[in-house]
């Protein structure tokens, strides 16, 4: 998939450090994970089935071709909407300030739409295969087809900044007012530890958020100051209506909501995946090793359960939003995002929710990220998933008090526990 913030191609996505053993390059490629021939298993391999077998639809839309009734097909909220207008992805002779890409996404999927695009641009998440990359001609058609891709899309979406596995790429850099990034410029990779502050640059930023400084609606002229940045609150919008073009969008919003649960839910969906890449590459090499010195089955040398404990650990750090930048002061959506979402639950015997949001300091009110119900989680290996359960429960029960955990209360890891008690299919037994 070709994404739309930096490093040429950028839907979607975060990005994540390389973690001790991570996989080369190109090993996913190769068994077990065989990424190119392997069938993908997602949401949109789901509905791209059902095209072919003429099972079902997508209705034309003269405005916006097949954008309204994709989003309908796959569950995706046009209350999720973002505005990026950096001139980085595929179709970037179409983005301009004017003209931005729109981005639209649920837990499973993130689309990119251009105004009079080609195509759609879509962004599955496999629970097996990582990020897999689809798109959509924009050309009316009796038989209109979703396009599965690899090589080009991966170009970018899968490097060492999305940890070597097909994942996704969330950048903020600064633009000139043409929409082409200012590459002399400083530039960042953007996930929930990022600070607010080098957030959004090339993205437009609508909602409230007083004055807290980011790089959203900046653009700057030749040799302006990067420093404008800091006036942050003058450019605070709750609409961009007088930015785009409004009659070539679904809405007017870039929900400044939306994009805090992006900047984390991309990162999350690229530690899910290297979890499961790692773990599956150690049992293989695990398997070769004990076929040649004949290891007892069932046995993990040192090797293979360190590999599980590195990724694992990372991905527990991420779940529990280890190092999340601070608010300094408190954000607020005008889109509906924050509303739908929450409604999404799953909610607790008390109405309790990890998708609740705190949004005063910190993006949730509950620190636990809502992935934990993707099907990704539950696809991990066995051997990573056991491990993973055992690390939350010692980091919730207070048995581990190292001060990365410091973020969690008292009442912040008792709530935690509870909810996913109350809501969680699959919790071991010992959590009870």
């Known amino acids: 998939m070709h994404c739309s913030t930096l490093g040429r191609c950028a839907l979607v996505a975060a990005w994540m450090l390389p973690i001790a053993g991570a996989l080369a390059a190109d090993d996913y490629d190769q068994p077990p994970i065989s990424y190119s021939t392997a069938e993908p298993h997602n949401t949109v391999e789901v509905v791209r089935q059902q095209l072919d077998a003429g099972a079902a639809a997508l209705a034309y839309d003269d405005d916006f071709g097949y ?53 759609i641009e879509i962004s599955a998440v496999d629970p097996q295969l990582g990020a897999v990359f689809y798109t959509l001609g924009q050309r009316e058609s009796s038989s209109p087809a979703l396009v599965r891709h690899n090589d080009n899309c991966l170009t970018c979406h899968s490097t060492s900044r999305t940890g070597n596995v097909p994942g996704h790429l969330v950048r903020s850099l600064y633009v000139d007012d043409s929409g082409l990034p200012l590459l002399d410029r400083a530039s960042y990779v953007v996930n ?119 990724a694992g650990d990372d991905l527990v750090d991420a779940l529990l939003l280890v190092n999340e930048a601070p608010l300094s002061t408190p954000l607020r959506g005008t889109s509906g ?84 008690q109350d809501t969680k299919p699959g919790i071991p037994a010992y959590w009870e």
């Open 67 to 119: 954008l309204p009734s994709l989003l309908n097909a796959l569950h995706v909220p046009v209350e999720s909407q973002m505005f990026v207008y950096s001139q980085t992805s595929l179709q970037r002779g179409r983005i301009s300030p004017r003209t931005p890409r729109a981005i639209y996404f649920n837990d499973d999927v993130y689309i990119g739409y251009c105004h009079r695009g080609g195509i």
């Open 192 to 310: 929930h530890t990022t600070p607010i502050k080098d957030r959004w640059g090339g993205w437009y930023v609508t909602g409230t958020h007083d004055a807290q400084s980011h790089m959203g609606n900046l653009i700057l002229s030749e040799g302006q100051a990067t420093a404008a940045a800091d006036d942050a609150g003058d450019r605070q919008v709750t609409e961009p209506g007088e930015l785009v073009l409004p009659e070539h969008y679904l809405t007017t919003y870039s929900d400044v909501v939306a994009l805090m649960v992006l900047d984390h839910q991309t990162f999350v969906h690229n530690r899910l995946t290297q979890a499961s890449f790692e773990t599956r590459q150690a049992l293989d090499d695990e398997a070769t090793i004990g076929q040649a010195s004949d290891r007892p089955d069932g046995r993990l040398s040192e090797v293979a359960t360190s590999r599980i404990a590195s």
């Open 337 to 420: 995002f924050a509303e739908v979402f929450v409604q999404q639950g799953p909610h607790d015997a008390r109405g309790r929710s990890l998708r609740e949001f705190d949004l005063n300091t910190r993006t949730f009110r509950y620190p636990c990220s809502y992935l934990i119900y993707s099907k990704s989680f539950d696809a991990l290996p066995s051997e990573m998933r056991d491990y993973v359960w055992q690390r939350l429960w010692s980091v919730l029960a207070g048995e581990d008090t190292a001060e990365k955990f410091a973020h969690l209360s008292e009442n912040d890891r008792q709530a935690i526990r509870e909810i996913l």
